[in-house]
């Protein structure tokens, strides 16, 4: 099983970033997928998840209505779009993948990729 994290990078404040991950190696529509986060010395933290169908999304408050995750089933990949970025986002961003889907902890996910640096300057 293998997932690759890309679209990470230098962005300013304020601005867009789309992070995309490629997913083999599982049955893509059988998982629910989720985008993590994580800083030195501090807890890998969730930041969006989506079902195995699409149809359904979750955000914590801190992200709500900037970060829109989404799934394109037909080419085993999920997004994150990022907008109207803050310092704070600073992180490296994982992707991951859940059969059972829904809980949305670090410790229930099943595979996860290796992350990619979004570093956002203020």
């Known amino acids: 099983v293998q997932l690759q994290a890309s679209g990470g990078g230098l962005v300013q404040a304020g601005g867009s970033l789309r992070l995309s991950c490629a997913v083999s190696?599982?049955?893509?529509?059988?998982?629910?997928m989720g985008w993590f986060r994580q800083t030195p010395g501090k807890e890998r933290e969730f930041v969006a998840g989506?079902?195995?169908?699409?149809?359904?999304?979750y955000y914590p408050d801190s992200v709500k209505d900037r970060f829109t995750i989404s799934r394109d089933n037909a080419k085993n990949t999920v997004y994150l779009q990022m907008n109207s970025l803050k310092s704070e986002d600073t992180a490296v961003y994982f992707c991951?993948?859940?059969?059972?889907?829904?809980?949305?902890?670090?410790?229930?996910?099943?595979?996860w990729g290796k992350g990619t640096l979004v570093t956002v300057s203020s």
């Open positions: 991951a993948a859940d059969r059972d889907g829904g809980a949305w902890r670090v410790d229930g996910m099943d595979y």
């Open positions: 989506i079902s195995r169908s699409g149809g359904s999304t």
């Open positions: 190696g599982l049955t893509f529509s059988s998982y629910a």
